[in-house]
């Protein structure tokens, strides 16, 4: 080890009276006091309770009219210690008529859209509106969206009066439901199912034009698609925000029997484990499901051929499909005719929960080739990574199903969007990018069903908490697939957004978040990749994890108790990382500024002197004197040789008896242990180096120091963050090193996010960069059309496109 010594110097300190910052004040000034339901330790308290909602369902798909129907039976559990005199649910599936709340506070200047300004006028540039945009107004303008509430009664049948706000309903109880009481109350209801591709809803339906059945077929995902209870716990009661379409859900935990009819000819994909194959699968089928469960790769429960035959026809008869999930927050699921279904078991040898979990994959023929490879192997990778970081998947069945939504999540399925192209000659075809997208998407979204649809944390709040931690876990589920694929999910993929000015702290709630995506998923993400990497190091972050995991598992976490359980179980103080990371929109870039070079005085006239002398003679030689001496211009002293004193013999650096008796007695006077350490110190002859550190990006960090001796020895320093703790905006630090130094480099890896890595190195670099020519562009000022030859074009028949997926 070559760094012997090092120390911040005291006299880096820049704060003053008036502007002092203290990057390390503890949290708790800001997270909610401890409780009983939520202690200090960031865990569930003694008293912690959560409500249980059960529900029992008969659900009706019209294929034909694209209508669910459906009746319920809820049976409502009050764990709290209060009395409830009405209840709270979810309309999600109101927002989308003109009168919601989501509907009327859309702003112009969204998404597909782009808004005016006084710019435009003066340069001609057009404010704009997507053709998806103008596609999704039309929909909705000629659909009846939103509930039919046919029906709200008690269990003996009475009517139970309720108030319909928005995306919310209020039940009015008749009784009012005491801590630990329970009761039960119908709802049956009705709704048309959202065009997902006009829409964008999350869920809804796809129309397949050109398929071989007259009409041609829909795939059905349903989602959102039952009037949920409303969250209510120790931290909010009701929990009353309306959904705006982005925020996501807070759901309470239950039991699910939903029995779902569709046409007898669709394959139906759901949460919960399917309880009479008997009826709705046929005996080869129900064979190969069996093999299935040890396979070592995927097997076909429907082939492809089988789901091509069932393409062509359709039929009017219908059968009912059965589930049953247990302790579950949301319940959704997926029919076509269009679907084939691989499955592979997944043994879990030491869970009591789920000790064989199926993953299995329902997608239509456009899913092709990256389907039948990648989707039901990338369930089964997502088991294997998110079980090591947390516990085992808790439930029996994991699914993978393609459809119209890009990628979203419930309680043992999830929805997921990219297809292969179909090519003129017949074949199917996919990009780079659609691989990373499939293999990515199942990744994520299977993550979600540990977080947050186990860890259930609160969506509609918190973004962050399910879809940072989320990000996290499948960058490194991505990275142990195939490293060489760009996940995007490096510190260094974060660093653009965090120097922009588009920014909000990730401690933001959802629906008011600029930029959803680099502040809700990637940031969270490259932070806790680097509290991985960087701060703690992956044994105490990968325990601390584990902790929250296990505390929170079935359970409704919050912020603090993240924060708190992180820091508690790490051993760390991490204040200043949450503070920083989580509750500012500052930063990381630090800059070496300066770095000199020291030597210990030995106060020894004799050495000193010598090398002041070398010192100076290493200072350039002035151009007046280099000039001079070009012209062969003599000086005075030179043409006048012969008048000559002590000065030209000694020059000023010469030591006398004067100062050697003066070392003398500085070393009589010297304590014995001091003489020894100046004797050892200047016998050593180490090199100090002081650097000056600046932070100009606010967000205080580690410094992860790379030290280059001369002859081509590296080694890296790790700085602690606590650095800045007097001193956050400059620091110095001194490094004793018996090795020559060439140069420092601060992060060499990008590991720390740093948005300016050229400041990191002493000496600066030249930067390396590309250039390319280009030719300017042509004004689109209508004054330079060549009308005048272009009205003699002649008129074309349009080449009509085929619409193929
Ligand atoms: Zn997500």
Redesign the pocket.
């Known amino acids: 080890m070559a760094v012997v010594a090092s120390h911040a110097t005291a006299s880096s300190v820049q704060q003053t009276k008036g502007d002092f910052v203290d990057k390390f004040r503890q949290l708790e000034e800001v997270l909610p006091t401890p409780n009983q339901y939520r202690n200090a330790a960031g865990e569930p308290g003694d008293q912690y309770w959560q409500q249980k909602v059960d529900y029992r369902i008969n659900v009706t798909l019209d294929e034909r009219k694209r209508r669910l129907k459906a009746d319920q039976q809820v049976t409502y559990t009050n764990n709290s210690p209060y009395t409830l005199r009405y209840l709270w649910l979810q309309l999600e599936q109101n927002r989308f008529k003109e009168d919601s709340m989501a509907e009327r506070s859309v702003e112009f200047g969204g998404i597909g859209r782009r808004g005016p300004s006084t710019r435009s006028m003066e340069d001609g540039v057009k404010a704009g509106i997507s053709f998806g945009e103008l596609e999704r107004q039309q929909w909705l303008a000629d659909h009846q969206v939103g509930y039919d509430i046919l029906n709200v009664s008690a269990s003996d049948g009475t009517a139970l009066p309720f108030v319909i706000a928005g995306s919310q309903m209020r039940i009015d109880l008749p009784q009012p439901l005491g801590s630990k009481g329970q009761l039960s109350f119908n709802i049956e209801y009705a709704y048309n199912i959202i065009e997902e591709d006009a829409v964008s809803a999350r869920a809804g339906y796809e129309h397949f034009p050109n398929d071989a059945r007259k009409g041609g077929n829909d795939i059905f995902l349903l989602a959102q698609w039952f009037p949920r209870l409303q969250a209510y716990s120790d931290y909010e009661a009701w929990h009353n925000k309306e959904f705006l379409g982005r925020g996501e859900f807070t759901l309470e935990f239950g039991d699910y029997e939903v029995n779902i009819t569709v046409p007898a000819d669709h394959i139906v994909s759901s949460t919960g484990e399917l309880q009479n194959a008997n009826a709705v699968l046929t005996k080869t089928q129900r064979e190969r499901l069996e093999k299935a469960k040890t396979a070592k790769r995927p097997v076909f429960v429907v082939t492809a051929e089988e789901a091509l035959e069932n393409e062509k026809e359709g039929t009017k008869e219908t059968k009912t499909w059965q589930f049953v999930a247990k302790n579950v927050r949301d319940f959704a699921w997926a029919s076509s005719r269009k679907f084939m279904w691989d499955a592979k078991g997944v043994a879990q040898p030491n869970s009591a929960e789920a000790p064989l979990v199926m993953a299995m994959s329902f997608f239509p023929k456009e899913g092709g080739e990256l389907w039948r490879k990648y989707s039901t192997e990338a369930v089964a990778h997502t088991l294997a990574v998110y079980s090591r970081f947390s516990f085992d998947y808790p439930y029996p069945v994991a699914q993978s199903v393609n459809g119209p939504v890009g990628g979203m999540?419930y309680p043992m399925i999830t929805f997921n969007g990219p297809r292969t192209t179909w090519q003129e000659d017949g074949s199917r075809t996919y990009t780079q990018a659609e691989k990373r997208f499939l293999i990515g998407v199942v990744i994520?979204e299977i993550g979600?069903i540990y977080f947050p649809m186990t860890v259930n944390s609160d969506e509609r709040q918190w973004t962050w908490m399910d879809?940072g931690i989320?990000s996290f876990l499948d960058g490194v589920a991505g990275r142990e697939w195939d490293p060489t694929i760009p996940w995007g999910v490096e510190p260094r993929d974060i660093t653009w957004y965090m120097k922009s000015d588009v920014q909000v702290p990730i401690m933001t709630q959802s629906d008011s978040v600029l930029m959803l995506g680099p502040n809700a998923y990637t940031k969270p993400a490259a932070a806790l990749n680097i509290l991985r990497e960087v701060v703690l190091g992956r044994e105490r972050f990968d325990f601390a994890f584990k902790e929250y995991s296990r505390r929170w598992k079935f359970k409704r976490p919050t912020p603090a108790d993240f924060f708190r359980t992180m820091e508690e179980a790490s051993g760390v103080d991490l204040d200043w990382f949450w503070h920083g990371w989580f509750y500012t929109t500052d930063h990381v870039d630090i800059s070496i500024d300066r770095v000199y070079k020291l030597r210990l005085d030995t106060e020894n006239p004799d050495i000193d002197f010598k090398r002041d002398r070398e010192d100076h003679a290493i200072k350039p030689t002035p151009l007046f004197e280099q000039r001079n001496r070009a012209e062969k211009r003599k000086t005075w002293v030179e043409l006048n040789k012969d008048v000559r004193d002590f000065y030209d013999e000694n020059d000023r650096f010469t030591p006398t008896n004067k100062e050697r008796n003066a070392y003398q007695q500085f070393l009589a006077d010297l304590e014995d242990n001091e003489r020894k350490a100046l004797e050892r110190a200047i016998k050593e002859d180490k090199h100090y180096y002081v650097l000056d550190f600046s932070n100009l990006g606010g967000l205080v960090m580690p410094i992860l120091l790379e030290i280059n001796y001369r002859g081509g020895k590296k080694e890296m320093l790790h700085i602690p963050a606590e650095i800045w703790r007097r001193s956050p905006w400059k620091v110095s630090k001194l490094i004793v090193s018996d090795k020559e130094v060439e140069s420092f480099v601060v992060d060499p890896q990008w590991e720390t996010a740093d948005v300016d890595v050229e400041n990191n190195h002493y000496p600066r670099r030249i930067i390396p960069s590309r250039i390319e020519a280009f030719k300017a562009e042509e004004s689109i000022d209508p004054v330079y059309r060549d009308i005048m030859h272009d009205i003699t074009t002649e008129k074309e028949d349009p080449k009509v496109k085929q619409r193929m997926k």
Do not use: A, C, F, G
């Open positions: 999540e994520h979600h879809e989320n």
